[in-house]
Antibody, heavy 119, light 108 residues
Framework: QLQLQESGPGLVKPSETLSLTCSVS?????????WGWIRQPPGKGLEWIGNVYYSGNTFYNPSLESRVTISVDTSKNQFSVKVTAVTAADMAVYYCARFSGNYRFVEYWGQGTLVTVSS | EVVLTQSPGTLSLSPGERATLSCRASQSVRSSDLAWYQRRPGQAPRLLIYGTSSRATGIPDRFSGSGSGTDFTLTISRLEPEDSAVFYC?????????FGQGTKLEIK
């Protein structure tokens, strides 16, 4: 059974860079799927951040594209997200996910990790 | 960007009743690109329905999806206490995924 586990700092200062990693177990990240990040600010809806293919190809939410980088580390079976110049609006529960083979929907979700933005 | 509007915001029903959750899109969505998820308290979201009406692996047949164009529905028949959760619809189009704001289902 595929499992995804997010890790990273739970507290980030404004204007700094948020970095999270998703560890994949039960499958190889080199499988032909898109891996992605989704977040949910407190009291708000889910927002897709971006996806990375095992080959390294990426596509991002246009609203975040200028500040986001998603990458894959096949040697560690992990993928990561970086969000630069964070503000209070970036405070959210961040989920990592594996998308379906046709990349239309999310087949597997991580448990999520809360990132607080505060000085 | 396609905006998905879910209704009602909260639904309170008794065990054994039927729940009907609506997801309306701001523009037409291909049937293949509409999915539903359930998030129970303290748990990760899980896929219920994909391609508008196909149940994901392990999802009981009490859950069914329907719709087309801009109007989609998730129906849960014979409600059970474990169905208490927030339900989200999601669409994929023009290389962007968007989600509805969610419907909270409470089982009395």
């Amino acid at each position: 059974q595929l499992q995804l586990q997010e890790s990273g700092p739970g507290l980030v200062k404004p204007s700094e860079t948020l970095s999270l990693t998703c560890s994949v177990s039960g499958d190889s990240i080199s499988s032909p799927y898109y891996w992605g990040w989704i977040r949910q600010p407190p009291g708000k809806g889910l927002e897709w951040i971006g996806n990375v293919y095992y080959s390294g190809n990426t596509f991002y939410n246009p609203s975040l594209e200028s500040r986001v980088t998603i990458s894959v580390d096949t040697s560690k079976n992990q993928f990561s997200v970086k969000v630069t110049a964070v503000t209070a609006a970036d405070m959210a529960v961040y989920y990592c996910a594996r998308f379906s083979g046709n990349y239309r929907f999310v087949e597997y979700w991580g448990q999520g990790t809360l990132v607080t933005v505060s000085s | 960007e396609v905006v998905l509007t879910q209704s009602p915001g909260t639904l309170s029903l008794s065990p054994g009743e039927r729940a009907t959750l609506s997801c309306r899109a701001s523009q037409s969505v291909r049937s293949s690109d509409l999915a539903w998820y359930q998030r129970r308290p303290g748990q990760a979201p899980r896929l219920l329905i994909y391609g508008t009406s196909s149940r994901a692996t392990g999802i009981p047949d009490r859950f069914s999806g329907s719709g087309s164009g801009t109007d989609f529905t998730l129906t849960i028949s014979r409600l059970e206490p474990e169905d208490s959760a927030v339900f989200y619809c999601q669409q994929y189009g023009s290389s962007v995924y968007t989600f509805g704001q969610g419907t909270k289902l409470e089982i009395k």
